[in-house]
């Protein structure tokens, strides 16, 4: 169950990607980034993955040795909350870009490359959306 559970979150969430990047203006896209739904129902799936794991609980976030020894004893449900953690934000931050870049007028396609990289790096593609829309961003902040 966990298994099947883990594979339709991580298919479905290119689903939601593939809006954000192909059709930013459709109705369903502007309901998904103007209110949370796909982070939502990631954190009740990672939630549920966490609910199997409560000895993460017990794990030493406070080092790195300590972050360390957690991987080194992850079990399939840890590792499935742990990528469900990064689904739910990095989407959350796709969100986020797309919906900054449409209230700036910011050309969709200058937004393309930091939206792919948000998906595939995270925070990477966040830094690249600030630098690729940095001359906006300037005007944005003098108004």
Known sequence: MSSLIFTLI???????????????????????????????????????????????????????????????NSTPESAAAAWIHYLAFDFWMGAWILQNSQKRSIPHLIIILPLVSTFMLGPFGVLLYVIFSKGYLISYVNE
Do not use: C, M
């Open 10 to 72: 991580n298919t479905s969430i290119i689903l939601f990607w593939a809006l954000l990047i192909f059709i930013p203006r459709s109705e369903i896209t502007q309901k998904i980034i103007n209110y949370p739904y796909v982070p939502l129902i990631l954190s009740f799936v990672y939630v549920f993955f966490l609910s199997q794991v409560p000895e993460i609980f017990k794990a030493d976030f406070s080092s790195l040795n300590g972050i360390l020894e957690l991987f080194k």
